[in-house]
């Protein structure tokens, strides 16, 4: 996931930082990066380093493990086998330095043009488990009717597994999950976007090559950071590997950090987040409307920009201006005047004007109390990341140990805080801001160089974490030669994580469905 923080964070200078991406990939390719060795144990891949051969904490690891199963999907049975295990990391004097650690589903029987997916999860610093047990996995964690009770959540079979159209393999970046460095301050090199993406791209192209399924059809499927990661790893497949992918999904992406992360100072920046808001308070009165939604971002690009970016309007004006905020969005009118139409962070503590509740910046319609009542800034925990959706961490956890076999006395590490505080997004090259993220360059020419590329962006309505208004932009603002029919946006209800109520899930599972069986067509934009 990517972390929400409550303050934005400059560069020194305050500028914004552009680096081509393939400079960035030949100025990675000059340094050490450790190379990754495949530990995949099975007929077309080596066995394991033994874990008394290991140092450190990469002991704790067990050999891989192959475990069989099946699933019914849509009354069709399909017979898989599941590996969960680690891809040894050595460095230039032949010492292991690390491990990554992988499941991979495949299904038995499946011809040869069967895709293969790989996919990730952001934060920085977040474990596959999410996505995993979240969305494409042959299990799903049940959250209950409201689909919020991590304290009873159930693990059961997922009826809308990706399984049904596609093999998987799920990859913990270093840090996360259980992939490990041998020395703990070795972390910290893979701890930027380039290293990063390289050894991830690295990973991929390994696995191919002992699992024999270089003639496979190759997506990537990567959320939040994960989105943004999703574009780099498939430049450096290209550039580095030698490997095109046929698609990407990427699922509430981090595209555009200029974008999203000043909405409390500039006018475009909120005026994109808008549309977010509005669904939040359509959805939390259980009056979402299409074409109400389209009304709420044709005044976000309209009045609203333009109000925002003039002299702030007075009298009449303005109280006809704020009070329309207002109504759209739930946040009191007092408010809305007070930050000139900027709502920034207000909508945490006053979107439910009276009710006593804060909301999540990861679905700004989901509300719980508010452990701190008496101050007016947001000081609890979020509760969607830090609440019922760290259950996927010890569910994760149990499954491994008990459904594939993968026996280990590490913990999970399900979401680091610290990886992304330590972050550099300055490409390898020390510091920068997350405002420099940026991944339309890698995309525009992924999809300039790789005609056969094809893209899904999906998106929950109210999230205010990666709102859709960003990715619209992106997309609507591509040349139309390397767009049209080929990079898809789909919305959905809901928040960065909508996949967590069924209903939700079911529909982007079909799209995604549709997504990898159009090929060459993709779902066209909203």
Known sequence: ???????????????????????????????????????????????NVESSARDGVLKLLPADSITEHGLTIGGRKI?????????????????????????????KDSGPDRPLTFAFNGGPGAASAFLHLGLVGPKVLDFGPQSRDGAHAKLVDNPQSWLDFTDLVLIDPIGTGWSRTVKADDASNYY??????????????????????????????????GGFRAAKVASALQESQGIIVAGAVMLSPLLEGQLMF???????GAALEL????????????AFDEGKQREAEAFALGNYLTTLAGPPPTGADAAAFYGRIAKLTGIPEDIVSRNRGFLG?????????????VTSPYDAAFATPDPYPESDYDRGDDAILDGFVRAYGGAFADYARNDLGFKTEM???LLDSDISRRWEWGGGRGGGSRLQASA??????????????HLLIAHGYSDLVTPYGVSRYVVDHLPPSLARGRVGLKLYRGGHMFYTNADQRTAFTADAKAFYATRPAAPPAD
Do not use: C, W
Not at 88 to 96: C, H, K
Not at 262 to 268: I, K, L, Q, S, V
Not at 440 to 453: E, G, W
């Open 345 to 357: 962070n207000s909508f945490v503590k006053h979107s439910d004007a009276g009710s006593g509740a």
């Open 440 to 453: 339309t360059d890698d995309v525009r020419q992924l999809l300039a160089s790789n005609t056969a590329l």
């Open 192 to 225: 930027n976007v380039n290293s990063d993406a390289q050894s991830i791209a690295k990973a991929i192209a390994l696995y191919v090559a002992h699992a024999n399924r270089s003639n496979s059809p190759k997506y990537l499927l990567g959320e939040s950071y």
């Open 262 to 268: 000043n909405a409390d100072e500039f006018p475009f």
């Open 1 to 47: 996931m990517l972390r929400y923080f409550k303050l934005t964070s400059r560069t020194a200078g305050g500028e914004i930082l552009r680096l081509h991406p393939l400079f960035l990939l030949a100025a990675l390719a000059a340094s050490l990066v450790p190379a990754l060795s495949p530990a995949q144990e099975n007929a077309h891949s080596k066995a």
């Open 411 to 413: 913990t999970y590490s």
């Open 275 to 286: 549309p977010s808001l509005a669904a939040a308070e359509l959805d939390r009165h259980n």
């Open 79 to 107: 017979a898989y086998t599941a590996t969960a295990g680690t891809l040894d990391l050595f460095g230039q004097d032949g010492a292991q330095t690390g491990a990554i650690f992988y499941t991979a589903y495949v299904a």
